[in-house]
C-alpha cells in the first residue's frame, strides 16, 4: 500500500522556539495532503489542508500564523510550529489520500510527539 | 456539521470473542467511511475503506458495515486475539477528502 512518512518521530524543543515537521509520500503524489493534532487520549482533530501550489487551509480556531504549513511539491508538506508553547505539546500526525476529488483512502504517517519545555 | 460517535469507548474482553464496534455519524452526506486502528504513540493503519455506495468490506477477520441513510457503521472483528488489542478509529470524509473522526474504542482482549 501507499507510505506516508513523518521526520521526525519526535522531538523536545524549548518554549518560544520553533519546530518544523515533514510529512513525505513515498510512493505516490499528493497534491493534497492534512494535518493533524492528537492530544493524549483524544481523537485526532483536523488542522488543516495543505495544497500544493497554493495556500494552506485552516479549520476553525487554528491559527495560521502559528501553524505555517508549506506545500512546495507533490510529495512533500511542512508544519511549522512558530514560537512553540507547552500547550502545543501533541502528536501532530499527517495524512494523504490516495486519489484527489474525494472517494480514496487516506492514508497516515507515523506522528510526530512534540513536547515543549 | 457533522459528528461521529463510537460506542463503547472501551471494551474489555477475553481472547476468542466476537466483537461489535458501533459508529455513528450525524450527516448522511458521506463520500466514504474508513476504520483504523491505533496502537498507543503510534499512527493510524487502514484497516477498511467503504464507499458511499457500498453496504460492507470484508479483510480477514475483520467485516465493516454501512447503513449510510440511518448513519451507522459497526466494525465486526470475530475470533479476537490479544494482538487485536488498540484503538479503534472511525472516520467519514464528507468531501474533498477531509475525515472526520470519532473518538475511537479502545479494546483489549486478554488471553
Known amino acids: 500500500g501507499a507510505v506516508v512518512s513523518q521526520h521526525p518521530s519526535w522531538v523536545i524543543c524549548k518554549s518560544g522556539t520553533s519546530v518544523k515537521i515533514e510529512c513525505r509520500s513515498l510512493?505516490?503524489?499528493?497534491?493534497?495532503m492534512f494535518w493533524y493534532r492528537q492530544f493524549p487520549k483524544q481523537s485526532l482533530m483536523l488542522m488543516a489542508t495543505?495544497?500544493?501550489?497554493?495556500?494552506?487551509?485552516?479549520e476553525q480556531g487554528v491559527e495560521k500564523d502559528k501553524f505555517l504549513i508549506n506545500h512546495a511539491s507533490l510529495t512533500l508538506s511542512t508544519l511549522t510550529v512558530t514560537s512553540a508553547h507547552p500547550e502545543d505539546s501533541s502528536f501532530y500526525i499527517c495524512?494523504?489520500?490516495?486519489?484527489?476529488?474525494?472517494?480514496?483512502?487516506?492514508?497516515f504517517g507515523p506522528g510526530t510527539r512534540l513536547t515543549v519545555l | 456539521k457533522q459528528e461521529v460517535t463510537q460506542i463503547p469507548a472501551a471494551l474489555s474482553v477475553p481472547e476468542g470473542e466476537n466483537l461489535v464496534l458501533n459508529c455513528s455519524f450525524t450527516d448522511s452526506a458521506i463520500y466514504n467511511l474508513q476504520w483504523f486502528r491505533q496502537d498507543p504513540g503510534k499512527g493510524l493503519t487502514s484497516l477498511l475503506l467503504i464507499q458511499s455506495s457500498q453496504r460492507e468490506q470484508t479483510s480477514g477477520r475483520l467485516n465493516a458495515s454501512l447503513d449510510k441513510s440511518s448513519g451507522r457503521s459497526t466494525l465486526y472483528i470475530a475470533a479476537s486475539q490479544p494482538g487485536d488489542s488498540a484503538t479503534y478509529l472511525c472516520?467519514?470524509?464528507?468531501?474533498?477528502?477531509?475525515?472526520?473522526f470519532g473518538a475511537g474504542t479502545r479494546l483489549a482482549v486478554h488471553p
Open positions: 510512493d505516490f503524489q499528493a497534491t493534497t
Open positions: 472516520a467519514v470524509s464528507g468531501g474533498y477528502n477531509k475525515l472526520i
Open positions: 495543505s495544497n500544493e501550489g497554493s495556500k494552506a487551509t485552516y
Open positions: 495524512s494523504a489520500p490516495l486519489l484527489a476529488g474525494g472517494g480514496s483512502g487516506q492514508f
